[in-house]
């Protein structure tokens, strides 16, 4: 059984916020939420991580709700280069890839 | 910086043939992972290995094997090879416990892929 629920796609216009929501209602307590991008065929690309808080870098945010069942990944000003598909892993030991959001940035 | 190199690129083998595919970890990266991508497929996890023991086995078939030595690079073997194993092959690395053996997080740092063509 999947451990991580995301949408098929998303589109997202130049310059404006992409939220990327995934589910996952059976995290355990010791599992961390990780984000990781794959453009065209190259090898994935770490984003972000994070366990219970909020977490913000170069590159995104992470919002997790307190009760961990849900995350949102926010690129704060997608740009063409940002056209990837977007896998939400929980994992703790565990690094898994489920299906991902094919994310698409129009100018 | 070092990224994690992967060997080689591009190799064609023809069914029934044997393939060796290598990985070279960032250095002072005590993991490796072994990732299956198929066309228009999502990378499934094929097997880990932690100070080169295995440490983690997901979907490997039993014609592949995997090892890694002692100067931590890893090679991914696969005999009898199927037209269906013709996929990308990413090795990942990171550095799961830190100072002190103490655990710390999965970030995993992929290399560019090995594209295995089986004819």
């Known amino acids: 059984d999947a451990k991580t629920t995301q949408p098929t796609s998303m589109d997202c216009a130049e310059g404006r916020a992409a939220n990327l929501p995934c589910n996952h209602s059976?995290?355990?307590?010791?599992?961390?939420v990780y984000w990781y991008r794959q453009i065209h065929s190259q090898g994935p690309q770490y984003i972000i991580h994070g366990l219970k808080n909020n977490e913000t870098n170069e590159m995104a945010s992470l919002i997790i709700t307190e009760d961990r069942k849900s995350s949102t990944l926010i690129l704060p000003h997608a740009t063409l280069r940002d056209t990837a598909v977007y896998y939400c892993?929980?994992?703790?030991?565990?690094?898994?890839f489920g299906a991902g959001t094919r994310l698409t940035v129009k100018p | 910086a070092a990224g994690v190199i992967q060997s080689p690129r591009h190799l064609i083998k023809e069914k029934r043939e044997t393939a060796t595919l290598k990985c070279y970890p960032i250095?002072?990266?005590?993991?490796v992972y072994w990732y299956q991508q198929g066309p228009g497929q999502d990378p499934q996890f094929l097997i880990s290995f932690y100070e080169k023991m295995q440490s983690d086995k997901g979907s490997i078939p039993d014609r592949f094997s995997a090892q890694q030595f002692s100067d931590y690079h890893s090679e991914l073997n696969m005999s009898s090879l199927e037209l269906g194993d013709s996929a990308l092959y990413f090795c990942a690395s990171s550095l799961v416990r830190g100072p002190q053996g103490i655990a710390t997080n999965e970030k995993l740092f992929f290399g560019s892929g090995t594209q295995l063509s089986v004819l």
């Open positions: 059976t995290i355990s307590g010791n599992e961390y």
């Open positions: 892993i929980v994992s703790y030991n565990d690094m898994r």
């Open positions: 250095p002072r990266h005590d993991t």
